[in-house]
Every structure is written in structure tokens, then in C-alpha cells.
């Protein structure tokens, strides 16, 4: 199925008073690049969390974030810290000697000294955060892929409607070849006509002539590749997935084509649909740029 490059994911879980958030979101981007945003004490997953990304995406720039809250009374302990306390209530004591001061040091007054209590918390079993953590990325990967698969399916309709109508700017040019020929030896022949009078025309002159101008102005295999491009490209979007990059190389090669056949064209009606053609191959370029 035919993916968008951007998208948008979110997921929730609750584990008893814990909840874990995950959100992502992506932009065009050539490779498969990850900016990861996340408390410290998940640092250690982030391969497990590159690795489960890679399973939904190829390409794109994706921003994650995930945050975590745990509102549980169980998470965090108290600490004493006793050599922080004796190193306080020697420098105490050492006041007191020193200014003459009354020794009143009391374990109240010691207590409210900074970082004599700490809280600290608890470790946590890491398989039961990771599993968790697991599943609320992946309930995020789910929701991601489906958004980029919704815009994927309006650029293969808006792509192959266009693909469409470059289809028949091909084969107006392939009808117009014929015509353009034909009234080039129709006035040549009037010129010639008007220039001899009454004068035998030279027919194989006239016929080399004709053929010499056929010859430079022909596209046909120009409108043969463009076809096969056209068909190519229309095949990917319908039972490929993944094809960015190879749309965008279609892309580029129906461009030259395009041009080749501007640049022959010796007709107005032929350069304007030339011009047409690239117009349509121009927007299919800037679509499949946005295609994983």
C-alpha cells in the first residue's frame, strides 16, 4: 500500500497509577532518520525503540516523544544520609569552640540540613517497563502508519488522475506528428509552386525535403518512453509499497523526455501541450516526494 512520508501517531497506557505517552510525527526526508525525546531513565531502550520503529517506516524525519508519569507512593523512598549529617555537626561544633557559642545542636536542627533526607527512587524492573513501554509505542506505530496510509491513498488517486491526463497529451502529440508533416509539404509545395510558375516540380526533391523535416521534428521516441514511464509509474502506485524513490526517478527521466519534445516541437499546438505535459509531470514530482 502507497504511504505518505508524513504522518501522526499518538498512544496512551495506564499501568496501575503509571501512565506512559507516546506521540511521533514525521516529514519528508530521503533516509530513515529518528529524534527520540524521553526521560533519562529510558535511555536504555532506545535501540529496542529504533529497531520497533524500522518494522513501520522506512523513510521520513520522525520526532518521538515520550513521557512518563507514575503517581504511585510506591516509587520513591526516603534516605538518610549519615556522613552528611556527622559532617555537619562537626562543623557545628567547631563554630561553637571557635565563637564561643552554646553547643545546642539537636537532630530536629541536623534533619533540616540539605541533603541529610533524600528521596530517591525506587528502581524499577526494566522487562516490565520495557513491555509496557513496548506496547504504547507500538499502539503509536499503528496509528502513525494508518494516517500515512490515508494520505498515501489521496496522492495515488491525485497521482494517477494526472497520470491520466499526461496519457492523452502523449497521444495528442503522437496524432499531431502527421498533420504537422503533411502541412509542411503542402506549403512547401505552394512556395515551390509560386517560385517556378509554371515549372515542373522536382517530386523527389520536394520528397527528400519532406522527409528531412520529418525527420528532425519526429518524437516518436520520445512519446514511446513517456508511455512506458507513464505505465511504470502506474503499476508502482497500484500493487507497489515503498516506491518512493523509484517514482521520483520516473519523475525525473519523464522530465527529459518532456523536454526533448518541447524542444522539437516546430508547432504551436505541439509545444503547448509539450508545455502541458511538463506542467502535470512537474506536480507528479513535487506528489511523489512526499511518497515513502
Not at 532518520?33 to 523513510?59: C, G, H, S, W
Amino acid at each position: 500500500m502507497i504511504k505518505s512520508m508524513t504522518g501522526f501517531g499518538r498512544c496512551e497506557h495506564h499501568q496501575g497509577d503509571r501512565k506512559f505517552t507516546v506521540e511521533m510525527k514525521a516529514v519528508n526526508h530521503r533516509y530513515f532518520d529518528v529524534n527520540i525525546k524521553m526521560p533519562k531513565k529510558f535511555n536504555f531502550f532506545e535501540a529496542e525503540i529504533r529497531n520497533t520503529l524500522k518494522k513501520y517506516v522506512q523513510r521520513g524525519k520522525i520526532d518521538l516523544f515520550i513521557t512518563y508519569e507514575d503517581y504511585s507512593e510506591e516509587n520513591v523512598a526516603l534516605k538518610y544520609n549519615e556522613e552528611i549529617a556527622a559532617e555537619y555537626l562537626r562543623y557545628y561544633r567547631q563554630m561553637a569552640e571557635k565563637f564561643g557559642l552554646e553547643d545546642d545542636i539537636r537532630a530536629s536542627v541536623l534533619g533540616r540540613c540539605p541533603e541529610v533526607f533524600t528521596m530517591e527512587e525506587q528502581d524499577l524492573d526494566e522487562e516490565e517497563l520495557w513491555a509496557t513501554l513496548e506496547a504504547t509505542l507500538k499502539g503509536a506505530c499503528s496509528q502513525f502508519v494508518a494516517s500515512r496510509e490515508r494520505e498515501g491513498e489521496a496522492l495515488r488517486t491525485d497521482i494517477l488522475d494526472k497520470l491520466g491526463t499526461m496519457e492523452e497529451n502523449v497521444n495528442l502529440i503522437e496524432e499531431r506528428y502527421p498533420q504537422i508533416v503533411a502541412e509542411y509539404r503542402k506549403k512547401l509545395e505552394d512556395k515551390v509552386r509560386e517560385l517556378l510558375a509554371d515549372a515542373q516540380i522536382d517530386e523527389g526533391r520536394l520528397a527528400s525535403e519532406v522527409v528531412l523535416f520529418a525527420d528532425k521534428i519526429c518524437t516518436d521516441e520520445e512519446t514511446v518512453r513517456l508511455k512506458s514511464h507513464i505505465g511504470t509509474m502506474r503499476e508502482a502506485l497500484l500493487h507497489g509499497e515503498g516506491v518512493g524513490r523509484k517514482l521520483d526517478f520516473i519523475a525525473q527521466e519523464m522530465n527529459r523526455e518532456a523536454n526533448t519534445i518541447l524542444s522539437k516541437a516546430n508547432d504551436l499546438a505541439t509545444s503547448n501541450i509539450a508545455i502541458d505535459l511538463k506542467t502535470d509531470i512537474e506536480k507528479v514530482r513535487e506528489q511523489v516526494q512526499n511518497i515513502e
